[in-house]
């Protein structure tokens, strides 16, 4: 195996770094041309693309990202090795007997998903002292061409998509937790009757383009229940947000959702859960696609079990 071109590398870098070949060319004192044939010859040297053209800008590969991460590395040593050998000291950005290389990820979350169930998820990452976590949220179809282009790692969705030609998703389902109506405290004695008490509560629910809601509705018809809609919310932050108020509420409003959304409403005993809707679930989905580079920190994550997921342990 051929020694890797520390001077290509360092062409690499700096064209990374500055995103423009003429400025990096220009920052270099070399042409554009020569400038070209050094990446060209890393690329070959490695056997991936490291670059691609989009309009006038380059945009680094997925292989790209990786060899600059590890550039940040090789060069950020090489000044520590400087700084020791010229002053006797590292550098101030170094620590003794630490390793130096960071570790990011990039993950995106539909936005009406539950916030706890994202904190929960990410949880590990954030003792970590070597990991820097992005994330993103949108849409589901913004957050999936973020992904196929690899602008982030991993897309969380209550959703699950399928893949084709154009669009091979790697779609898991990392948890699934039943659904219940949950309320105020009652008075001791005084439980939920489910369904009977369903028509006579005001409910606080799901949007209709929610699975949860497309379930609950089916449900009521099958029981033949009229229910009075109280607030159709399409945010699951709101929805727990409105379920805790309707604590204050003369009206005793009830919400239908995963205890997961009001997992510390509940273990405070400022929300009670009435009762577990049957057969009516959240699915909660990790979308991903095939990567020669698979960040490990993506492995530890997705390795985790269902309950781990969606605990909320300190």
Known sequence: MSRLNYHHLHYFWAVAKEGNLTRAAAQLHVSQSALST????LEDQLGQTLFRRVGRALQLTEAGRVALTYADTIFDTGNELTS??????????????TKRERQMLR??????????????????LLALPDVTLVLQSGSLDELLTRLSIHGIDLVLSNRRVHSDDNHPWRCRRIARQPVSLVGKKRSRG?????????????LLLPSRDSDIRAGFDLLCDQLGIQCHVRAEVDDMAMLRLLARDATQDSADSV?????????DELRSGQ???YCVVPQLYENFYAITVQRHFEPPLLKTLLKRTEADVLSARD
């Open 271 to 273: 929300l009670q859960e």
């Open 84 to 97: 020791l050998m010229r002053d006797g000291k590292r550098s101030s950005s170094a620590t003794p007997g």
């Open 255 to 263: 919400a239908l959702l995963p205890t997961v959304v009001v997992q």
């Open 38 to 41: 050094q990446i060209k010859q």
């Open 107 to 124: 993950i995106g979350a539909v936005a009406t998903l539950s916030r706890n169930f994202q904190e929960n998820f990410i949880k590990p």
């Open 190 to 202: 005084k439980t939920f009757r489910f369904p009977e008490e369903l028509a006579d509560v005001p």
